[in-house]
């Protein structure tokens, strides 16, 4: 099943916080995130993992809610850089070689 | 590390042409390789995967094929295009853990 991200789309001020939410009706085992520029290819943001501790740095981190099967990507004093289009894809096993189902994306737009 | 060609970068072509995309990967071994396509504005949808030479796994019935002639060669392939096949098509790569990373991309508009 294909995760759930909300919200679908965002508008924000240079410097102001947001969340990114992504949800799914199974157990997960992995959690993904990309973040996608107009144009461009998805690029890699972090991954995190069933029992693994939440990742990130200090503006852009996430975590992972086994329990609620849920993730959620935080971006602190967001930048003008941070615009573009987030996924989140998901495995529901450890096996490596398990397919990602991404969710249809958080378009986010910065503005100055 | 690793990097992921693919080519070409851009492509026109007209209903009912064939279709070749190449996608190759540097840098590792023995790689799982993954063609997506994303339509305009849309998600990800995974079209093929491979876990090793001529091992193909098909997500979607359509009229592409995909094949993986070497180690580290991913092509992707249709004998007779259609409108709807006109996107962005991505290749990615996993090796060795659970983190997928994703080529440049080619975009093809099928007109």
């Known amino acids: 099943q294909q995760p759930v991200q909300s919200p679908q789309a965002v508008i924000l001020r240079e410097g102001e916080d947001a969340v990114i939410n992504c949800s799914s009706s199974k157990a997960l085992y992995s959690v993904h995130w990309y973040r996608q520029k107009h144009g461009e290819a998805p690029v890699f943001l972090m991954i995190?993992?069933?029992?693994?501790e939440q990742k990130g740095h200090e503006k852009i981190s996430a975590s992972f809610n086994e329990k609620k099967q849920q993730s959620s990507l935080y971006l602190t004093a967001s930048q003008l850089s941070y615009s573009g289009t987030y996924f989140c894809?998901?495995?529901?096993?450890?096996?490596?070689?398990?397919?990602?189902?991404f969710g249809k994306g958080t378009r986010l737009h910065i503005l100055p | 590390s690793q990097t992921i060609h693919q080519w070409p970068a851009t492509l026109v072509q007209p209903v009912g042409s064939p279709l070749s995309l190449e996608c190759t990967v540097e840098?590792?071994?023995?790689?799982?390789l993954y063609w997506y396509r994303q339509a305009a504005g849309r998600g990800l949808q995974l079209l093929f995967y491979s876990v090793g030479i001529g091992q193909i796994s098909s997500e979607v019935p359509q009229n592409l094929s995909a094949s993986r002639p070497q180690d580290r060669q991913f092509i992707l392939s249709s004998k007779k295009l259609l409108l709807s096949d006109s996107g962005f098509y991505l290749c990615a790569v996993s090796r060795g853990s659970y983190e997928q990373y994703f080529g440049p991309g080619t975009r093809l508009t099928v007109t």
């Open positions: 995190l993992l069933k029992g693994g």
């Open positions: 894809g998901s495995t529901s096993t450890m096996n490596r070689d398990d397919k990602i189902i």
């Open positions: 840098g590792t071994s023995n790689p799982n």
